[in-house]
């Protein structure tokens, strides 16, 4: 059965990887949702955090597909109840439906917005969230014409309170100095 799964992926900082790591997606005919690649917890590692609607199955083999890329240290899967995670969302309206009643402010404050921003011609608005969420401000919001919007790709954590990743390096770390 298809499900939302978060594909978290670690590896050194290379160039043309993300190339190598999209490709195992299209090859296997699966559609990236959200895509977030930042620096992690340990310095010099990346994290990829991709979200995908497949079978476990599906997610279980392209976990195995990513870590073969040489650069690729380790890869998991999760469903969205294993882990914590947010998106964020930036909204610019115009300042003059803004100044001209107060719909706007109390939908910032329905949904726990923030004004980031005010001129003249427009006003940007900032929702952290889930993906429903913030497309629930947009649709509440685009009652006065939303001018731009944009959603960020998922961030995510694991409930976990040990990082799979830290034990994967502390093992390796141990091997790798029991080779020396």
Request: aromatic share 8%; proline share 1%; no cysteine.
């Amino acid at each position: 059965m298809k499900q939302e799964y978060i594909i978290t992926a670690y590896s050194e900082n290379h160039i043309g990887l993300l190339n190598r790591i999209t490709i195992v997606f299209t090859r296997r005919k699966v559609n990236i949702e959200s895509l977030t690649v930042s620096e992690s917890a340990h310095k010099g590692i990346s994290k990829f955090t991709i979200v995908v609607e497949t079978t476990e199955e599906q997610a279980r083999k392209i976990v195995q597909q990513i870590e073969k890329q040489v650069e690729v240290l380790k890869a998991f899967y999760h469903t969205n109840d294993e882990m914590i995670y947010q998106e964020i969302a930036l909204y610019k309206v115009s300042t003059d439906d803004l100044t001209e009643s107060n719909k706007i402010e109390m939908l910032v404050r329905k949904h726990n917005a923030r004004i980031l921003e005010i001129t003249k011609e427009y006003t940007v608005i900032e929702k952290t969230g889930h993906k429903e969420e913030t497309q629930e401000f947009f649709n509440d919001l685009n009652e006065f014409k939303v001018m731009q919007f944009i959603r960020s790709g998922r961030i995510a954590l694991t409930r976990s309170p040990i990082e799979r990743l830290s034990e994967f390096l502390k093992e390796r770390d141990e091997i790798l100095s029991k080779a020396d």
